[in-house]
């Protein structure tokens, strides 16, 4: 599996875009790159993949460099309830999503 | 129905109980996994289990054993714990088992459990 580097954690004030970033320069052709949220005191969240073009879909958009050894999510307009750890997870296989240390977002009012 | 229930939400047993966490999904999924989380860590993947059979263990003790009675249900049956174990215990749901590259996952919100 792709090794991933992601911010330990960052901060947004309500209703401002949110770029979470994700390198992850050793992934193989055929990983998919998968992103996952954790909301406090829940299990974690499916938020959106992709695998060479730009995915929108209503919670987040990802972009996916051209050369895919790095990604974003993009939270257009953050609320109270992203606050959230946000994992970036290259993967083929995802019956074995391996889950990094992620980036831990706080949200201000 | 979107949603993985897992029971008890908090269970609390001594290193010589006998326990078991449960875990329901009603949407046809044919995948489905064991996580475990310490504390301010990410998830590990415990278990798979992909149309009722065991197709994944990540060398777990066997202390905990996984039974999958049929394609909604998922036990974790947990015996003679140590105190190390105590976390949350995450169950997963997925469409499309083997490995296929876009499914989704979706998570129960975690049995606790305590280790005396």
């Known amino acids: 599996d792709a090794k991933t580097t992601q911010p330990n954690s960052m901060e947004s004030n309500e209703e401002e875009p949110v770029h979470l970033p994700c390198n992850h320069s050793?992934?193989?052709?055929?990983?998919?790159i998968h992103w996952y949220r954790q909301l406090p005191s829940q299990g974690p969240e499916y938020v959106i993949h992709?695998?060479?073009s730009n995915v929108n879909n209503r919670m987040a958009s990802l972009a996916i460099a051209e050369d895919r050894k790095s990604s974003t999510l993009i939270l257009h307009r953050a609320t109270l309830r992203d606050a959230a750890v946000y994992y970036c997870?290259?993967?083929?296989?995802?019956?074995?999503?391996?889950f990094g240390t992620g980036t831990r977002l706080q949200v201000f009012p | 129905d979107t949603e993985v229930t897992q029971t008890p939400k908090h269970l609390v047993m001594g290193m010589t109980n006998k326990k078991s966490l449960k875990c329901e999904q009603h949407?046809?999924?044919?995948?489905m996994y064991w996580y475990k989380q310490k504390a301010k860590k990410p998830p590990e993947l415990m278990f798979v289990?992909?149309?009722?059979?065991?197709?994944i263990n990540e060398s777990v003790p066997s202390r905990f054993s996984p039974e999958c009675p049929n394609s909604s249900l998922l036990n974790l049956h947990l015996h003679a714990l140590q105190p190390e174990d105590s976390a949350l215990y995450l169950c997963?749901?997925?469409?499309?088992?083997?490995?296929?590259?876009?499914?989704?996952?979706?998570f129960g919100e975690g049995s606790r459990l305590t280790v005396l």
């Open positions: 997963a749901s997925s469409q499309a088992p083997g490995g296929r590259a876009a499914g989704e996952l979706f």
């Open positions: 050793t992934i193989s052709g055929t990983d998919y």
């Open positions: 992709g695998l060479t």
């Open positions: 997870i290259p993967t083929y296989n995802t019956d074995k999503l391996i």
């Open positions: 949407m046809g999924h044919r995948a």
């Open positions: 289990y992909s149309y009722e059979k065991l197709s």
